[in-house]
C-alpha cells in the first residue's frame, strides 16, 4: 500500500497532480451547479414581483 | 424536413434548456463512471513505464486537462462563430458558458504540467512553444471574459467576445502543432497521430476511457451552465415561469 | 469597386497625418514613454554594461510594447467620439480599407518613431553601433505588426469600460509571437548574429495581420458602433 503511495519516487508530485487536476473537476462541477441554483432563485424572484 | 427542424429546436432556448435538463444527469452519470475505471485502469493495472516509471501515470491527469483546454475554446470558437453568422441567442450563451471552465482546465493542464515537468526535466517551467502558447491560451479566455465583463449592451458583448473568440482560434493549432513544428522539450505526440499509437495496449486503454470521460463530464458541466445562461438571459419570457415554478 | 476603395483609403490616411501634426503631443507622448521606460531599467537593474547589453533586448521591447498599447488607444478613440468612425462605416466605402489606411498612418506616427529613435536607448543599454540597423529594423517591422494586432483590440474595446486596461488584456495574447520573433531579432543584431529568419517570421506574421487584422478590426468596430 505505501508502494502504491510513494509511486517510485515520484509520489511527491503524482498525487498533487491528481488533486489538482480532479479537484479542478469537482470544483467546476460544483461552480456550474451554484450558478445554476443562483440562476433559478433569482428567475423565481423575478417571476413573483412581476406577479 | 426533418432536418430544418431539429436545426430550428436546437436555436430555441426553451427546447435546449429541456433537452440539457433531462440529458445533464445521463452525461454526468456516465462520465463519473469512465472516469473512474480509467482512473484504475491508469494507477492500478498499467504497468510502469520502461523510461518515465511510474511518474509517467500523470499523462491520465495531464493529457485529458490539456485536451479540454483545447477542444473548449475551439468549442466556445465555433459556438461564437454560429452565433455570429446564424445570429442565434443560444449559440453565444453556449460560447459564454464555455469560457470558465475552459480557462479552468488550461490551468489545471499548465499545473499538472508544472508537477510533471519538475521530475522529467528538473524545472517546473520553461519558455518552450507549447508551454508558452498554452499560457497565451489562459490570457485569451480572460480576454473574452474581461471583454465581455467590460461591456454594458448584451447583444454587443456577445458580438465582439465572440470576434476575439475567432481571432484566438489561430492560437490552438499552434498550441497543437508546436511540438513537430519546432524544437520542443515537451514530448510529440504519441496517441493522437497517424497511423497506430505508440503507446502501450495496457497503458493505452485507461487514456482513452479517460478522455471520454473528460469530454462526457465536459458536456455535462457545460449543460449545467447553459441552462444557468439562458435563464439570466431570458428574462420575462414565458417559457420561464413553467421551468422555475 | 477596388479603386473607389482605395481612395478613399488615401484620403483617410491623408486625413490622419492632417489631423496628427495638429496634435503633436499624440505623438510624442507614447515616444517620450518609450525613452523614459528604457531608461528606467539600467537603474533599476544594473550599471554594468555587459549585463545591460544582455537585456537589451528584452528591454527595448518591453518599452515598445508598452508604449505601443498606450498609442493604440487614440488610434479610434478621436474619430469613434465625434462620429466620424460613424460615418466611415455608413459612407459605403470599404470600412476594412479605410481601418487599414488608420492603422497604417498610425504606425508611420508611433511606431517607425519609436523605431527611429531606438538606437538613444539602445546606446544607453550598452548596444555597439553595428547593431542599430539591425535593432531599428527588427522594431520597425515588429511595431508596425503591432499596430495591425492591436487594432482589433482598439476596435472591440471602443464602447467598453475601463477600455484601456481591457485592451491591454486583449492585445498581450496576440502580440506574443511579434514579441518573441522580434526580440529574437534584437537580440541576433546585438549579438551579431543574422537577423533573416527572424525578420522573415516576423515579416510572415506582420502579412498575416495586413490581410486578415484589418477585416477583424472593421467587424470589430462595426459591433461597436450598433
Known amino acids: 500500500m505505501s508502494e502504491f503511495f510513494a509511486m517510485g519516487g515520484y509520489g511527491k508530485y503524482l498525487w498533487p497532480a491528481f488533486v489538482l487536476g480532479f479537484g479542478i473537476v469537482v470544483l467546476n462541477l460544483v461552480l456550474a451547479l451554484n450558478s445554476l441554483a443562483a440562476a433559478r432563485k433569482d428567475a423565481r424572484r423575478r417571476m413573483e414581483m412581476s406577479q | ?245 | 469597386m477596388k479603386a473607389t476603395a482605395l481612395v478613399a483609403a488615401r484620403l483617410v490616411a491623408m486625413r490622419d497625418l492632417r489631423l496628427a501634426f495638429r496634435k503633436p503631443s499624440q505623438i510624442i507622448q507614447p515616444l517620450m514613454f518609450f525613452m523614459i521606460v528604457a531608461t528606467l531599467f539600467p537603474l533599476t537593474l544594473t550599471p554594468e554594461m555587459s549585463r545591460l547589453r544582455d537585456a537589451a533586448p528584452g528591454v527595448l521591447w518591453i518599452g515598445a510594447l508598452l508604449s505601443s498599447l498606450l498609442a493604440l488607444e487614440f488610434l479610434f478613440r478621436d474619430d469613434a467620439v465625434d462620429g466620424t468612425l460613424e460615418q466611415f462605416a455608413l459612407s459605403g466605402q470599404s470600412l476594412t480599407w479605410m481601418l487599414f489606411a488608420k492603422t497604417c498612418t498610425h504606425w508611420l506616427l508611433t511606431g517607425l518613431p519609436l523605431a527611429l529613435s531606438a538606437p538613444i536607448a539602445a546606446a544607453a543599454l550598452g548596444v555597439s553601433a553595428e547593431a542599430m540597423p539591425g535593432v531599428v529594423a527588427s522594431l520597425a517591422l515588429g511595431s508596425f505588426a503591432m499596430s495591425l494586432v492591436g487594432a482589433i483590440g482598439a476596435g472591440l474595446t471602443l464602447g467598453a469600460r475601463r477600455g484601456g486596461v481591457l485592451l491591454s488584456l486583449l492585445t498581450l495574447p496576440l502580440a506574443v509571437p511579434i514579441l518573441i520573433f522580434g526580440a529574437r531579432a534584437t537580440q541576433l543584431a546585438i549579438t551579431g548574429g543574422d537577423i533573416a529568419p527572424p525578420m522573415y517570421l516576423l515579416g510572415a506574421i506582420a502579412v498575416l495581420g495586413v490581410t486578415l487584422a484589418p477585416l477583424a478590426a472593421a467587424a470589430a468596430v462595426r459591433i461597436g458602433l450598433e
Open chain 2, 1 to 245: 424536413m426533418a432536418t430544418w427542424t431539429w436545426f430550428h429546436r436546437l436555436a430555441s432556448p426553451p427546447h435546449v434548456y429541456a433537452f440539457a435538463r433531462r440529458w445533464t444527469p445521463w452525461f454526468g452519470a456516465f462520465a463519473a463512471v469512465a472516469m473512474v475505471v480509467a482512473l484504475y485502469g491508469g494507477l492500478v493495472l498499467a504497468p510502469p513505464d520502461y523510461q518515465q516509471k511510474d511518474a509517467f501515470r500523470m499523462v491520465y491527469v495531464h493529457a485529458p486537462t490539456a485536451w479540454l483546454s483545447l477542444m473548449i475554446y475551439t468549442t466556445m470558437a465555433v459556438a461564437a462563430g454560429v452565433g455570429l453568422i446564424w445570429r442565434m441567442k443560444v449559440a453565444h450563451a453556449a460560447a459564454a458558458a464555455c469560457a470558465p471552465i475552459g480557462a479552468w482546465f488550461t490551468v489545471a493542464a499548465l499545473g499538472t504540467g508544472m508537477l510533471w515537468g519538475k521530475p522529467m526535466w528538473g524545472a517546473y517551467w520553461v519558455w518552450d512553444p507549447r508551454l508558452t502558447a498554452e499560457l497565451v491560451l489562459l490570457f485569451l479566455y480572460f480576454g473574452y471574459m474581461g471583454l465581455r465583463a467590460g461591456i454594458e449592451d448584451p447583444a454587443k458583448a456577445d458580438k465582439a467576445s465572440a470576434v476575439l473568440a475567432v481571432v484566438g482560434v489561430i492560437n490552438v493549432p499552434i498550441i497543437k502543432f508546436s511540438v513537430e513544428w519546432w524544437n520542443s522539450l515537451h514530448q510529440t505526440p504519441t496517441v493522437m497521430q497517424m497511423g497506430k499509437p505508440k503507446m502501450d495496449g495496457d497503458m493505452l486503454w485507461p487514456l482513452l476511457l479517460m478522455f471520454v470521460g473528460f469530454a462526457l463530464y465536459f458536456v455535462t458541466v457545460l449543460l449545467i451552465r447553459l441552462r444557468a445562461e439562458l435563464l439570466r438571459r431570458e428574462r420575462n419570457a414565458s417559457w420561464i415561469r413553467e421551468v422555475v415554478a
